[in-house]
């Protein structure tokens, strides 16, 4: 399995990106209902999960840093997961990795917010 994320870039306070992270070698069917989900990593400081969101899409969990201004979804027939992000804030920055399952992780996206 194979994760590559996307969408990461620089910008200001008070903007939006969307991440995608497309996973390959994975059919996420009845035989593999995975949660996915997205964690970040700032300079200098721990990995912190950020969102999951289970197989069918409908639970969805969120750090409290990031409710109500993250989104995360995904389309299980593009075996993708996103990560809408507004309302960023310059603590937002880091980089930005998605899993599938806790077990598969891709190489990270940059996402650097100024203020």
């Known amino acids: 399995v194979q994760l590559q994320a996307s969408g990461g870039g620089l910008v200001q306070a008070g903007g939006s990106l969307r991440l995608s992270c497309f996973a390959s070698g994975i059919t996420f069917d009845t035989r593999n209902q995975y949660a996915m989900g997205w964690f970040r990593q700032a300079p200098g400081k721990d990995r912190e999960f950020v969102a999951a969101?289970?197989?069918?899409?409908?639970?969805?969990l969120y750090a409290d840093s990031v409710k109500g201004r993250f989104t995360i979804s995904r389309n299980n027939a593009e075996n993708t997961v996103y990560l809408q992000m507004n309302s960023l804030i310059p603590e937002d920055t880091a980089v930005y990795y998605c899993d599938v399952g806790a077990t598969y992780w891709g190489q990270g996206t940059l996402v650097t917010v100024s203020s």
């Open positions: 969101i289970g197989w069918s899409g409908i639970s969805t």
